[in-house]
């Protein structure tokens, strides 16, 4: 059995980036990955501005200025945000607005509420301030000719802007990662369906498209496949056309009902892994071949029970897809957070437990953390990454991945 950061490493070996971008407007960039490294033409902000609304000033002018001993300034100029300053002439002050140029020659502002307007129009300072108080200088965000986001940053709103901010209307962004989806088990039925004895719904399908659209893949869902060898085949077949990964659920096992590992093997090859980690079974990779010259898709299949499907999902598949689309960061932040349970026996093999921060900021397990249980997914706030023989005292701390580090 390999551990799961052997089969995680090795999984990521294999991603290669797909080819292929696009120019998108940057209000439309969310989550994309960018395909270029984007450099700033200007500095940010392009000139020095104010952050107060006040009176730009040169300090120098109000040396000495104290409660006793005001000094006052005629106002020689009104600056409102978005107009160019004239220099400030010696031994005057200009009324200024926070966004606003600050006037060659000022190298201070001070505010408004430290300011006094007296009946003949000009203002007084009952301080002498710092120089270069309240002033934002040219550049102190981003500088000319700076990267600010590098090729493989996954933009996030706050990236959009930023990219805003020195004018990019568009952006170069990879294109999106293209997968085929399709669900094995002659008992699994659509909700909305009769459930005859034997049958359950096609939770699956909910789940795993769902993370899917998270990432940003542009997925074709290929619906449930029965538990056939020759319909199997036909499925990878048509799932291998125009598809960077086919992702199958189900029937990945070695029993006489899991036909996807022989029909992968007969359209393409497959390596199955048997990974000591717990939910989860064997995962399977390979690929499936594109007709004679047209190269292949990439193929996991994950285990059919809903927690396993999910977390290896979570583990696996995500920071596969992310590579794909080209983002080198893909591993989740892990916390270290207090486990408020214990748990006597550790399994032999890797667990991800059910967990959820309690208000005393530590952590509670789900009571029962069997794969099939779905509810632990809905109840939970993330997993306890447990290595492999390992019993949790209380108050030990362990390794917590959030599920929002998972599903970003
Ligand atoms: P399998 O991996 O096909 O052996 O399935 C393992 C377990 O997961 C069985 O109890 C299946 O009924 C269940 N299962 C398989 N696929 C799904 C699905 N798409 N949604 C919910 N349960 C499933
Ligand atoms: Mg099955």
Redesign the pocket.
């Known amino acids: 059995m390999l551990a799961t950061a052997e089969a995680l490493g090795r999984l990521l070996d294999a991603a290669r980036r797909v080819d292929g971008r696009e120019r998108v407007d940057t209000l439309d960039a969310l989550d994309r990955v960018l395909a270029a490294d984007v450099t700033s033409p200007l500095d940010v902000p392009p000139m020095h501005t104010s952050s107060m609304d006040g009176y730009a000033v040169r300090a120098a002018d109000l040396a000495g200025a104290t409660d006793d001993a005001s000094v006052a300034l005629p106002v020689s100029q009104r600056i409102p945000a978005g107009h160019a300053a004239e220099p400030l002439a010696a031994g005057t002050a200009a009324r200024i607005f926070t966004g606003a140029t600050v006037p060659p020659g000022a190298d201070t502002v001070v505010m408004q509420e430290m300011a006094q307007v007296a009946d003949d129009g000009r203002v007084a300072f009952a301080q002498t301030p710092a120089a270069g108080e309240w002033i934002t200088r040219q550049g102190a965000d981003i500088r000319r000719d700076s990267v600010i986001l590098p090729a493989g940053t996954r933009l996030t709103p706050q990236a959009l802007g930023l990219a805003a901010s020195v004018g990019c209307a568009q952006l170069d962004v990879v294109r999106k990662v293209r997968v085929a989806i399709f669900?094995?088990?002659d008992?699994?039925r659509m909700p909305g369906e009769p459930l005859e004895p034997g049958a359950?719904?096609?939770?699956?399908?909910f789940t795993l498209r769902a993370l899917l659209a998270k990432l940003g893949c542009e997925v074709t869902d290929l619906g449930i496949v029965p538990d056939r060898l020759d319909t199997t085949r036909e499925t990878l077949r048509r799932a291998a056309i125009e598809h960077d990964l086919i992702l199958t659920?189900?029937?990945?096992?070695v029993?006489e009902e899991?036909h996807v590992k022989p029909a992968v093997e007969a359209e393409g090859r497959i390596s199955m892994w048997q990974i000591a980690m717990k939910p989860g079974?064997p995962l399977a990779f390979g690929a499936v071949r594109r007709g004679a010259s047209d190269g292949e898709a990439y193929f996991i299949g994950l285990?059919?029970?809903?927690v396993s499907s999910f977390c290896t999902f979570l583990l696996f598949v995500r920071p596969f897809l992310l590579r794909l689309a080209g983002v080198e960061h893909v591993a989740p932040r892990v916390h270290s957070m207090r486990a408020d349970f214990s748990q006597k026996k550790g399994d032999r093999r890797n667990e991800f437990l059910r967990a959820r921060v309690n208000e005393a900021g530590g952590l509670d397990l789900f009571e029962n953390q069997s794969s099939?249980v779905l509810t632990s997914t809905v109840w939970g706030d993330g997993l306890i990454d447990n290595p492999p023989n390992h019993a949790i005292s209380d108050g030990e701390i362990v390794r917590f991945i959030p599920f929002s580090e998972l599903m970003r």
């Open positions: 669900f094995t088990g008992e699994l359950i719904y096609n939770s699956n399908r659920c189900g029937g990945v096992s029993g899991d079974k285990p059919g029970n809903p099939a």
